[in-house]
């Protein structure tokens, strides 16, 4: 008898609750969450700050760290720190211009989950933001 009557309790509670939300109201929330992202967006739809895992064509690993204030870090397999500045001009297109270099863009995308980057020399890395 006392499990009829807890169970009839937890479906009056139940009853009496909240409805969850219906697709439809999260789909429509989506935008907003969109919306909400401040400055330049990456190919992932993320901002273009954080820190990356870039593995170049050859195979070889290193980590970025884009900042707000315009400038990156990339660390190189070898522990060797490249500094310089950095622009969004599209979700597609990141351009990087190392201390005393010129300016050089990478066409990037996401297809089936990878995000790729394509430098100007065609050699394709692939990226995955870690922070």
Wanted: proline share 5%; glycine share 10%.
């Amino acid at each position: 008898m006392k499990k009829i009557v807890a169970l009839a309790a937890l479906a009056a509670l139940a009853a009496c609750s909240k409805p969850a939300e219906t697709p439809a109201a999260e789909a429509s929330a989506a935008p907003e969450a969109a919306a909400a992202v401040a400055g330049p967006v990456a190919a992932d739809g993320k901002p273009s700050v954080g820190s990356f895992k870039i593995t170049a064509q050859d195979g070889k690993v290193y980590t970025e760290v884009v900042k707000a204030d315009g400038t990156y870090e990339s660390t190189g397999p070898d522990g060797k720190v490249e500094t310089g500045t950095w622009e969004q001009k599209t979700a597609n297109l990141y351009c990087g211009t190392k201390t005393g270099e010129k300016e050089r863009c990478n066409e990037e995308k996401v297809e089936n989950g990878i995000w790729t980057s394509k430098d100007p020399d065609g050699k394709v890395a692939t990226v995955e933001r870690i922070g």
